[in-house]
């Protein structure tokens, strides 16, 4: 039943919608004035900085209907779809004609716009038809502007709303897609109230979630729990802050709020997870089987739109813009920083940068979409990549041995195992713990019949990594992955016997102990155990884990280390540490004080650092503190100086718990911290007793 007009909730809610215009009206003035600069915005941004290349082409190409011959409007193909060129080609046409004003461009560009509202193929995947293809349409649409005869926008309209931001199955990264469509779509039809929904649909995106989006430690989740930093999660950080910048100043603006979070996300998530140019690969997701993969460097105009916008931290986004545009000249960012949402750490110094990702029964491991990344199921094992400039692994992935990669221990099949979606790692435990600076990660790993406590322990300039209770039942060969990245110059190997050089297309067995030096890096293995080392070229196709992709043959050399656990290992452990290879920055190595299956433990003499993954209750003895005794599993990090120390603590299996810490020395000391629950669980927390 309908309240009558004078019904006090009427006019309460009449009041409230005065005001909200007041307000509105007072401070930004006209709506249609904001419409206005909203649609020139954007339609600049459509336009693009200069005219195609190949518009001639296109014009001569296309067929008296307005198709083009070329393309396979019949495709069925989910990931590359052949009729996606259709509506990206009308842009290029439009966008020609914007800047030569050349009449055949404008025809050609009307033509195929004719075509595909007439015909409008579908493809099997809806995220071209609800994404991919109304983002080109309406860009053309805009560029086209009045010149497009009215019966036929208003086909292509119709098409735009496929897009639909107030889906429910709208999140993360495919909402802002359909939003910046929908977008479109409203200054099309001059319809300002659609812009201020669909830009308040994507500020509603814009929060901290334990869903889908950006995590309460600043990681990206989408398709669930699953870590996506550089894959959706990078476009949400490229088109969030670019709807900031274009609402700027108007009625549709971002809060504050909002331009904090963005900030935050870019600063304290995504800028961690890049060297150079490159965005780790081990955060890519599947996009890691995409030629190109792993671009850094259109983050740059995200800063930029953010400080247009008027953002925080305006002054460490300009640092961060400097560093993406150029690497080699602006200060590179220090430090560690482990993710405890994601399961995965970054180790930034200034000769490397160092990333892990584990995996635990919290997440979901690296996804099979659209037969994208078929035979990824190690990428969340342990992955751990080095970069000293970022380049060290683009564009290997068609040639990789995806049975070995980097950091991960694993049974050594003929072939790597199918991706199986919905699978997740077999164990809780699985964690970082942080000062800022330096840190440990420490994952109890099973896959299968294969079992293996794994712990990386970040100390400055050095990466030790340590693992044990490899065990496997079955009598299948085992082996730890220390490398595989691209051959980069000279191989050196130092033994306490000799020093020597390893020539392009070898695979030799070094004996330990011994240093490999590589690429800018050092690997140290101090043990008698022997190291494989190749610098063989491996073959491969894109096609092979991506079959959208080119089925031509890639050769590339790489190089790569493995350690050797045998047949049906029992018990089997490994040592090795990663340094920069500056003679400068090296400091005593780091002394391992246990590697047992209960605890695996390191000081570090530089820093004066003690680092432990427990598994269990149990003890270890700290070199000038004492006897250390834990009664819970626990990562531990503790940092002395003289006669005081500082303790960090997490929980690796992110549940709430009370840890009691005894150190045992030239006094007692006794601690008991309460380790968090919630978003936080897994978290970092900081003690001074």
Wanted: hydrophobic share 35%.
């Amino acid at each position: 039943m309908p309240f009558p007009h004078n019904h006090p909730g009427v006019s309460a809610i009449l009041l409230a919608m005065v005001v909200a215009l007041q307000i509105n009206t007072s401070v930004h003035g006209d709506l249609a004035t904001d419409l206005a600069t909203l649609n020139h915005r954007l339609t600049e941004a459509a336009v693009g900085t200069s005219p195609p290349r190949n518009a001639a082409r296109l014009v001569r190409a296309l067929s008296a209907e307005g198709a083009w011959p070329d393309i396979d409007y019949s495709d069925q193909e989910r990931t590359a779809w052949a009729p996606a060129r259709h509506v990206q080609q009308l842009l290029a046409l439009a966008q020609t004609w914007h800047f030569t004003k050349d009449p055949a461009s404008l025809q050609a560009a009307l033509r195929a716009l004719d075509y595909w509202c007439n015909n409008t193929p579908v493809c099997p995947n809806w995220w071209y038809n609800d994404i991919g293809v109304p983002l080109s349409l309406y860009k053309a649409l805009l560029v086209l502007d009045d010149r497009t005869p009215s019966q036929l926008k208003q086909q292509a309209v119709e098409l735009l709303k496929r897009a639909n931001p107030d889906s429910p199955s709208m999140t993360g990264q495919n909402l802002v897609w359909v939003a910046e469509a929908t977008l479109g779509r409203g200054c099309l039809e001059q319809d300002p109230e659609l812009v201020r929904r669909t830009i308040e649909r994507v500020a509603q995106e814009i929060h901290i979630s334990t869903q889908e989006g950006i995590q309460p430690d600043y990681s990206f989740h989408q398709h669930g729990a699953q870590l996506y930093s550089g894959g959706y999660g990078r476009g949400f950080s490229l088109d969030t802050p670019r709807f900031a910048a274009l609402a700027r100043g108007t009625a549709f603006a971002f809060s504050p709020e909002k331009l904090q979070l963005l900030s935050d996300f870019l600063l304290n998530g995504q800028q961690w997870m890049i060297r150079g140019n490159t965005f780790d690969y081990s955060a890519c997701g599947r996009e890691i089987t995409r030629p190109g993969a792993g671009s850094a460097s259109p983050l740059a105009e995200a800063c930029q739109h953010l400080i247009l916008a008027g953002a925080p931290r305006i002054d460490e986004l300009q640092t961060f813009q400097a560093r993406l545009k150029q690497p080699e000249a602006t200060r590179k960012l220090i430090g560690h920083k482990h993710f405890w949402r994601s399961d995965y750490t970054t180790f930034h110094q200034p000769e490397f940068m160092a990333s892990l990702r584990m995996t635990s029964n919290r997440l979901l491991q690296t996804e099979l979409v659209n037969s994208e990344n078929p035979i990824g199921a190690f990428l969340s094992d342990g992955l751990t990549f080095f970069y000293a400039t970022g380049d060290e692994y683009r564009g290997i992935f068609p040639v990789w041995d995806w049975r070995a990669l980097p950091g991960t221990t694993e049974q050594r099949l003929p072939d790597p195992p199918r991706v199986r979606n919905g699978e997740r790692g077999e164990n809780a435990f699985a964690g970082g713990v942080s000062n800022g600076q330096i840190g440990a990660s420490a994952m109890d790993f099973t896959r299968g019949s294969l079992t293996a406590r794994k712990a990386w322990f970040f100390f400055p300039n050095t990466l030790l990594c340590l693992g044990t209770g490899i065990t496997d039942t079955q009598a299948v060969p085992v082996a730890t992955a220390i490398e595989q990245s691209l051959l980069q110059g000279p191989v050196d190997i130092t033994t306490p016997t000799e020093s020597t050089q390893a020539a392009a297309g070898q695979e030799i067995t070094v004996q330990g102990p011994c240093t490999i030096r590589h690429g800018g890096l050092e690997y140290s293995f101090p043990s008698t155990h022997p190291v494989l080392l190749s610098t063989r070229t491996q073959a491969g196709s894109w096609h092979r884990i991506n079959p959208s992709r080119s089925k031509a043959q890639v050769e590339l050399p790489v190089f790569s280390l493995t350690w050797d656990h045998g047949n049906q290992p029992t018990g089997a452990q490994y040592q090795y540490l990663v340094r920069g290879g500056d003679p400068a920055t090296k400091g005593r190595m780091p002394t391992v004080l246990s590697n047992t299956p209960e605890c695996q433990a390191a000081w570090c003499h530089e820093s004066k650092s003690f680092a432990a993954a427990f598994y269990s209750p149990g003890n270890c003895t700290i070199p000038g503190i004492g006897r250390l005794t834990v009664d819970h599993p626990c990562l531990l990090l503790i940092e002395s100086s003289q006669d005081e120390f500082r303790i960090h603590a997490a929980e690796p299996t992110n549940r709430p718990a009370s840890l009691t810490i005894t150190i045992q020395g030239d006094t007692s000391t006794h601690i008991v911290l309460q380790l968090p629950d919630g978003p936080r669980a897994g978290a970092t927390i900081t003690a001074t007793p």
